[in-house]
């Protein structure tokens, strides 16, 4: 059974930082995880995907802000967040996929399991 846990969010000034992190209670050395937000009244985006052998797609909105990593051994992702802006406040979610051999998908509809998210909220 695969269950992921997000930790790290909370509230922050603009221009601040927070580090986000997924706990995976199994080995995702096969899988792709990503990292996805949605904010209220709006739909869930891909903010950041990364594949097994560690390659990094990020959204336009934040490409240079945050950096995606991932720690094999710790079946851990992590999400640093830095130069945040109000509107990166959201909902963060972690999820992950094992259909693609740890290739990411950018369709949110093929990733299988989630976790319950992780508040990030930037003030102006």
Not at 98 to 114: H, K, L, P, V
């Amino acid at each position: 059974q695969v269950h992921l846990v997000e930790s790290g969010g909370g509230s922050v000034a603009a221009g601040g930082s927070l580090r986000l992190s997924c706990k995976a209670t199994v080995y995702g050395d096969e899988a792709c995880m990503g990292w996805f937000r949605q904010a209220q009244g709006k739909e869930r985006e891909t903010v950041a995907t990364i594949g097994s052998d560690g390659s990094t797609k990020y959204a336009e909105s934040v490409a240079g802000r945050f950096t995606g990593v991932r720690d094999y051994a710790n079946r851990a992702l992590f999400l640093q967040m830095n130069t945040l802006r109000p509107e990166d406040t959201a909902m963060y979610y972690c999820a992950a996929t094992w259909r693609f051999g740890g290739r990411c998908s950018e369709d949110q509809r093929e990733y299988d399991y989630w976790g319950a998210g992780t508040q990030v909220t930037v003030s102006s």
